[in-house]
């Protein structure tokens, strides 16, 4: 008889939709499962950016702590906002079949974005992509869930707010009048979701795996070992984006200045059979052309 797996979920609608998609993948193969949502520090906390509230893994901390204490048995993440380094104990199990990685800018009616524009965004790397590109622009804060930054934006009388196109698709709030920012390098592993279990727990383990999918877990990992050698989290803003194409490897990594003036970028393509380390490399060929001098100006700013 196989054991009850417990999900710890954020308790947002988007957190529930994720966490409640790997509870029917399991229960189809015959496993029993139960969710138990908790709320995080990052859903608590609205009136500060997430650079500001000085926690690695915020919106996923109170799962590890949960996890750790046994009170759940796996944990379910957009993986975006995992550490890249995950806390001693707990491990990566599964990485689902990526979604949408792009993001997008849902607007107003009459949009021009050659006049003065007012757009929102809790993201740095978002903020400083999007002032490279529109210098002219204010860009403001926003934080919450996605139902509540729809609202703001409604509410608001910002031109836009930009936002992953994969979370609004998963609860069905993609509006009408949105646009696809093609030129954004997204987050490293955004649209992608990620089981965590305890280090000791092998039968989560086995269990979870059952749902990994190879091809995004590769893509995944090297987006983010460009991440972590550059030393980013949530403290840079910090683009990477990887696809496999027939037996190939393609990759874009991006760093840039808090106020988008400055951008630093680094593109290969390699055989597919020579991804270790891919990730590290390039982060390490965009340290040596002014990276390192531009992640000490970000520190000192931050």
């Not at 622009?137 to 139902?147: A, D, F, K, T």
């Not at 992953?164 to 490293?188: S, V």
């Not at 039968?203 to 999918?213: F, S």
């Amino acid at each position: 008889m196989s054991k009850l797996i417990r999900i710890g979920t954020r308790d947002s609608q988007l957190a529930l939709w994720q966490a409640n998609t790997v509870k029917e993948k399991l229960e189809l193969l015959g496993y029993q499962t139960q969710l138990v949502p908790v709320k995080s520090t990052g859903d608590l906390i609205l009136d500060k950016p997430l650079y500001e509230l000085g926690i690695t893994g915020v919106f996923t901390k109170t799962l590890d702590v949960a996890m750790l204490n046994g009170q759940v048995d796996i944990a379910v993440h957009s993986m975006k906002d995992v550490p890249t380094l995950l806390p001693k104990g707990i491990v990566q199990t599964a990485v689902l079949a990526r979604a949408s990685s792009q993001d997008i800018l849902v607007h107003k009616p009459m949009l021009d974005l050659n006049q003065p524009c007012t757009i929102a965004t809790g993201s740095l790397r978002r903020k400083a992509q999007w002032l490279n590109r529109y210098p002219q622009h204010e860009v403001v804060g926003l934080r919450g869930n996605v139902n509540t930054r729809l609202q703001k934006l409604e509410d608001s009388a910002w031109q836009g707010a930009i936002f992953a196109k994969a979370g609004l698709e998963r609860i069905h709030k993609l509006p009408n009048t949105f646009m696809a920012l093609d030129w954004m390098t997204p987050a490293p592993a955004q649209g992608a979701m990620v089981i965590v279990a305890l280090e000791n727990d092998t039968y989560n383990q086995e269990t979870t795996a059952k749902l990994n999918h190879e091809e995004s877990e590769i893509c995944t990992h090297i987006e983010r070992e460009f991440l972590s050698v550059l030393e980013g989290g949530c403290t840079a803003p910090i683009g990477a984006f990887a696809q496999i194409i027939e037996n190939e490897l393609h990759f874009k990594g991006e760093l840039l200045a808090l106020n988008g003036k400055t951008k630093l970028s680094v593109e290969k393509t390699i055989d597919l059979t020579l991804y270790s380390n891919f990730g590290k490399n390039c982060a390490l060929e965009l340290l040596g052309n002014g990276g390192t001098d531009l992640m000490e100006v970000i520190k000192r700013e931050i």
